[in-house]
């Protein structure tokens, strides 16, 4: 499974950005897709996930502020984020936790896009 990220840049802070992911390859289910995100210095931390039934689950320092969505035909998944802030900086990844026609459940992760939110 390759998932492609898009969507980071640079904004400022109390702007807005949308990133985008696509999971192509041999699949055969996804059950859960989402965002996390790694600040210099920091460890890995979900930001948003979303189950393929539409179930959310977002971390509290970006709730109402962030939203996850999905589209299953697609096999994409979007984060809108609003409000931005510079606590929000950091590479963002995406995650997959799919199976394949080969393989069971496993996470696979995009190559990261990073987000910049100036003072």
């Known amino acids: 499974v390759q998932l492609q990220a898009s969507g980071g840049g640079l904004v400022q802070a109390g702007g807005s950005l949308r990133l985008s992911c696509a999971a192509s390859?041999?699949?055969?289910?996804?059950?859960?897709m989402g965002w996390y995100r790694q600040a210099p210095g920091k460890q890995r931390e979900l930001v948003a996930a979303?189950?393929?039934?539409?179930?959310?689950n977002y971390a509290d320092s970006v709730k109402g502020r962030f939203t996850i969505s999905r589209d299953n035909a697609k096999n994409t998944v979007y984060l809108q984020m609003k409000s931005l802030k510079p606590e929000d900086t950091a590479v963002y990844y995406c995650?997959?936790?799919?199976?394949?026609?080969?393989?069971?459940?496993?996470?696979?992760w995009g190559q990261g896009t990073q987000v910049t939110v100036s003072s």
């Open positions: 390859g041999s699949i055969f289910s996804i059950n859960a």
């Open positions: 979303i189950t393929s039934g539409g179930n959310t």
């Open positions: 995650n997959a936790y799919a199976s394949t026609v080969v393989a069971g459940l496993s996470d696979y």
